[in-house]
């Protein structure tokens, strides 16, 4: 269930709010510039079809979304739960950082969890299947893929380069919870 949570940067074990009412999400992460959306599938996707097939049936957000907002490259990546890179894989993005354009997500299948500091409050968001985010170049986060990774994600880009991490050095994401799916937290 896609949910958010806000929380002050101090208190990580009382969320000042939780919701999993899609809108209510958009409102609020509107409020910090963070676009959140869901789509639908023209037709039935999964794990393990094509690149091409996930984005056919997705082209009509994808081609709004790229009008919209310039992006020049499209992809798909896909991560499972016996790669043998995961814990790699999931280490890289648990520290704080930034990029210099934005960093835009669709999930086409499974989840993950993005945490936000922005001011003085982070936010949380679990973002499952039909759960589209994008997050402003320059916003401090982290996200979460899980111990078990799985899902399959349409990434969208301006630059090559624009999608390399800049490392804050601070804590703030080893204060905060990390993901377990199935877990109430």
């Known amino acids: 269930m896609s949910r958010l949570r806000i929380f002050h940067e101090n208190r990580h074990d009382a969320p000042e709010l939780t919701t999993a009412d899609h809108a209510e999400m958009a409102r609020e992460l509107a409020r910090i510039g963070v676009g959140f959306e869901q789509w639908e599938a023209s037709k039935p996707v999964q794990p393990g079809d094509t690149p091409e097939a996930i984005m056919e049936a997705y082209r009509s957000d994808i081609d709004r979304l790229v009008a919209e907002r310039g992006f020049r490259t499209v992809d798909v990546v896909s991560i499972a739960p016996d790669n043998p890179n995961r814990e790699e894989?999931?280490?890289?993005?648990?520290?704080?950082?930034?990029?210099?354009?934005?960093?835009?997500?669709?999930?086409?299948?499974?989840?993950?969890?993005?945490?936000?500091?922005?001011?003085e409050k982070v936010f949380e968001i679990t973002c499952e299947q039909g759960d589209l985010i994008a997050v402003p170049d320059g916003t401090t986060h982290w996200f979460d893929m899980g111990p078990e990774?799985?899902?399959?994600?349409?990434?969208?880009?301006?630059?090559?380069?624009?999608?390399v991490g800049h490392f804050t050095g601070t804590d703030i994401a080893q204060r905060f919870p990390r993901y377990e799916k199935g877990q109430a937290r």
């Open 89 to 119: 894989m999931r280490r890289k993005f648990l520290d704080e950082h930034f990029h210099k354009e934005d960093e835009v997500r669709f999930f086409v299948a499974g989840s993950g969890l993005f945490t936000l500091h922005v001011g």
């Open 149 to 163: 990774p799985s899902f399959v994600a349409i990434r969208f880009f301006t630059e090559p380069d624009g999608w």
